[in-house]
């Protein structure tokens, strides 16, 4: 298939994106967290190419992004609870679970009851959905396991020549994907933290509570089938180091070869080989920004086969930072 990219999108090229989409198509496009990869959530055959251009498993759930809030009552039955989180939170980087209404095909859901909704504040993202008219089913446009893409170029190196269309722009401002929140159980719950933190939620839902998948592995049936899944993970294996500064330097001065992930202010790190920085140590949306941006830049060097990576703090935003690192690492943590 050829794929046709946009890398500046006008109005002309969005219309045509809306067609494709109506039409049954797949479209990439960037939104404020990750790139999403389109299609029209309404249409069975063209959810289940999602699933074949990304190779996901069929039963883990696609989120349907809106143009507008008050949208969602027309594919899920909304709570006062989701109108309050829509009122204080969406457009923004919000994803809600609620019950769904039978327009949405199960193909979209996993087979789930439940539907997953959010109205990204992406002015790309929103003219899209306007122009498609329809929902759009988007999960993040990577192919499945791999990091999140956070630039257009990552779009294109695992898209081109699987979908229809890739609309660029610049690199995403969250850099990780949108905090999701069910409230199709009795309590509501985080089943992923985001850059809407759960202490941000509690604002507004007092007793939200956050699922233990967040912070370990999970056993059972998760609420939310993408966690079953390893995750974000670039090729080399990746590796946390929870210490202090200084033994965490001593432990990296013997590895010239592997790849190291550290913070603006490590400077003997920074002076390492193979050595990339995530942000700033106390600043967890810094890290956000650049965590998938700087996982696929290991990858590029074959080199590498293993990656260390510095243990960020996990409260706030950091959580979610934390969160995507610990599934990188499938879990490996070293204590120094
Ligand atoms: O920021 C984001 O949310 C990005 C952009 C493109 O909007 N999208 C995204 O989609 O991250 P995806 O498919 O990569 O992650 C969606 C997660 C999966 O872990 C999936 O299992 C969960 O949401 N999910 C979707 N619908 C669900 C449902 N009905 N019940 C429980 N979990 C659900
Ligand atoms: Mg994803």
Redesign the pocket.
Known sequence: MITEIIKEPDEASLLRAGEILKNGGLVAFP?E????LGANALDADAAKKIYAAKGRPSD????I?LADASDAQKYAYTTPDFDALAERFMPG?L?V?LPKRDNIPSEV??G?E???V?V?VHPTANALIRAAGVPIA???ANISGRP?PTRTEHVIADMDGRIDMIIGGDDCDVGV??T?I?L?TEVPCV??PGKITVEELREVIPDVTLSSAVMGKYEGAP?????RYKHYSPSAAVTLLDGDYQSIVKFLADKPESGKLCFEGDTEIKAMPNTLVCGSEDNAESQAKLLFAQLREFDENTEIKEIYARMPQSGGVGLAVFNRLIRAAGFTIITL
């Open positions: 939104t967290t990750v790139y999403g883990n759930p696609l989120i992004h980087p994803t679970i859901t996993g789930l439940s539907v997953a959010r990204p988007a999960p993040s999140s994907e949108s999701i069910t199709a089943l992923r609420l939310s089938p993408g966690m």
